[in-house]
């Protein structure tokens, strides 16, 4: 799902890198099924899920990162709007945007609305939606990567760093993912 998600995108001018832990999940035979779009595949064990994200902000060429993980997916015409938005902002911009979040055995989808803005670091309303955020390369330049010391947060920190370092955010008003419950950071309750 997560493989189709980038190949039904209308936008094309894309690289799509993975990086692969060394799982057990068949994800190599399904790479291998979808060779015509992936650039890069690396299949190696790392030190954990920042240190493979570091690996794939180190091998991107693009103007705009964005990290999808596994059995999270791309909205159709994410990467359409991304680019259009591209063209109407600096290049030191930070998009970002609601995302679907959905749990395996429930069918109906929730709306996680996201918010990053100073005010939200002090009122402890800041939301992250990792999978909705598409950094500048040059952003990553300039003020770094994850922080592999923070474990499971380290998405967190780097949000705080750049916006401690007053790099502007955009929120985008469609949302440009959805989420899947089950993985390493998601241990949320939706009550």
């Known amino acids: 799902r997560t493989i189709n998600s980038i190949k039904e995108q209308t936008f094309k001018d894309f690289e799509y890198i993975i990086i ?4 057990n999940d068949k994800t190599e035979q399904i790479v ?15 030190k954990g899920i920042y240190d493979a994200m570091n690996k794939g902000l180190n091998l991107a060429n693009g103007a705009y990162i964005s990290i999808i993980n596994s059995d999270d ?3 159709p015409g994410a990467l359409e709007k991304i680019y259009s938005e591209s063209l109407k902002n600096k290049d ?39 999978p909705t955020i598409f950094v500048p390369k040059i952003i990553y330049k300039k003020y770094g990567t994850f922080n592999k010391d923070f474990k499971c947060s380290a998405d967190r920190e780097l949000i705080l760093r750049f916006i401690s370092k007053k790099v502007e955010f955009k929120k985008i008003n469609m ?5 899947s419950l089950g993985g390493t950071t998601s241990k949320y309750s939706f009550k």
């Open 73 to 75: 997916y791309l909205n």
């Open 20 to 23: 692969d832990g060394l799982s």
């Open 175 to 179: 949302p440009l993912s959805s989420f």
């Open 92 to 130: 030191s911009v930070i998009f970002y945007s609601d995302m679907y979040v959905f749990y395996k055995n429930i069918k109906k989808k929730i709306l996680l609305k996201g918010k990053i803005s100073q005010e939200s670091i002090f009122d402890s309303t800041l939301s992250i939606n990792h």
């Open 32 to 46: 291998k099924n979808n060779r015509e779009i992936i650039k890069t595949y690396i299949r190696e064990k790392d």
